[in-house]
């Protein structure tokens, strides 16, 4: 492309921003509100919001009170060690961060996903780069069918887009509808998602002998992540991680 094409894609691209934040004022991912500046955020938002940074529990990424090594273990995963190798997330989800969140998920908001796969980048840069295939947490097809989109999806999409990794939306399915794990115990919820998801027959070569990292947008109990790392397992993938928006830190975590 010569440098005036160049020049005049670069011209179309802002008068399209222009005329698409004049139609439709940018609106904060915290607060809802339209118009509040340039960006998705104020800084006083940004500033609420608690993003998980070093020392972390190696194995579940949960953040811990002080540094015992790159390597040292949280007791839960000591207690449980969770199916996968690492896991990381971006940040704690708590009352600030349930908006952007829920309005990913729920109401299908995509102007954020950027700054979102961006955030879980930077969380989980050094899983990033290992992977060979990033497959997001699925949904059931009937479930799928309702809403129109999957949101781990889109998240894992973004991730390949910004890293040049491959992306394989479809190589996990859920292959029986499940209750909503809301509510539930972490035992219920281990009960609930068991064997509910296998690799796609005609995915299957693909997953084999891969260092595969598994998308989803939040971790709560891990049960779910769990269940669908025992069938990428079972599939053979070499190795698995996990790359997650947000994360559930409870004062007193047993389980992971």
């Known amino acids: 492309m010569s440098g005036d094409m ?7 691209k802002s008068l399209f921003r222009q005329t698409r934040d004049f139609l439709w004022p940018p609106r904060s991912l915290i607060s809802g509100d339209r118009g509040e500046g340039a960006g998705p955020l104020r800084p006083d938002e940004f500033t609420k919001i608690r993003f998980i940074t070093d020392p972390v529990c190696h194995r579940c990424g949960a953040p811990q009170a002080y540094d015992a090594g790159p390597e040292a273990e949280c ?40 700054i979102l796969a961006g955030w879980m980048l930077q969380a989980g840069a050094p899983l990033v780069e290992e992977a060979d295939l990033i497959v997001p947490v699925p949904l059931h097809y009937t ?9 781990s999806a889109w998240l894992a999409q973004a991730i390949g887009q910004a890293s040049r990794r491959r992306v394989c939306v479809d ?6 509808r499940t209750p909503s794990q809301a509510g539930l115990s972490t035992r219920a919820r281990r009960r609930n998602v068991t064997g509910a998801f296998d690799v796609r ?10 260092r595969v990292l598994l998308v989803d947008d939040v971790l709560t109990t891990g049960a779910t992540l769990n269940a669908c790392v025992r069938a990428l397992k079972r599939a ?3 190795q698995i991680d996990v790359l997650v928006l947000a994360r559930v830190v409870r004062a007193t975590d047993v389980t992971i």
């Open 6 to 12: 160049k020049a005049g894609a670069l011209a179309a």
């Open 75 to 114: 007791p839960a995963c000591i207690a449980r060690p969770p199916r996968w190798g690492r896991a990381r997330a971006a940040f704690v989800y708590d009352d600030i961060s349930r908006r952007p969140v829920l309005d990913l998920k729920r109401a299908g908001r995509r102007d954020g996903l950027d």
């Open 143 to 151: 479930r799928l069918v309702m809403r129109g989109f999957n949101q």
């Open 171 to 176: 190589g996990l399915r859920r292959t029986r």
């Open 201 to 210: 027959p005609s995915r299957r070569k693909l997953v084999e002998g891969k």
């Open 236 to 238: 053979g993938a070499r």
